[in-house]
């Protein structure tokens, strides 16, 4: 039976991937990645023994470093992707000769 923090977490992660996908939305492996992602973290929301079994397969002590190892990996991609913008230390040189 789903539990409804499993309901929340894959509304969640459905959100993210989807807002993600439309934040970058910069090609099809992009897009690939991003789904890939989000099918990854509803299958750990939906089947969470599962995360331990795969972690201990790849010499991993623990789902939960899995999951969070995983996460850094999608918010690296994330940022990479991310536009970049000049930011203030450029603006702020525009004013003093």
Known sequence: M??????????GILFL????????RSSYLDAFL??????????FVLFPDY????AHFLGIGRGADLIFYLAILFFSFIIMKLPQSE????NANENHP
């Open 51 to 54: 995360t331990t079994v795969l």
């Open 34 to 43: 991003i789904f890939l992602f989000v099918i990854t973290g509803i299958f």
């Open 87 to 90: 930011g203030a230390g450029a």
């Open 17 to 24: 991937g989807f807002y993600s996908y439309q934040k970058i």
């Open 2 to 11: 789903i539990s409804a923090i499993q309901i929340v977490l894959t509304t």
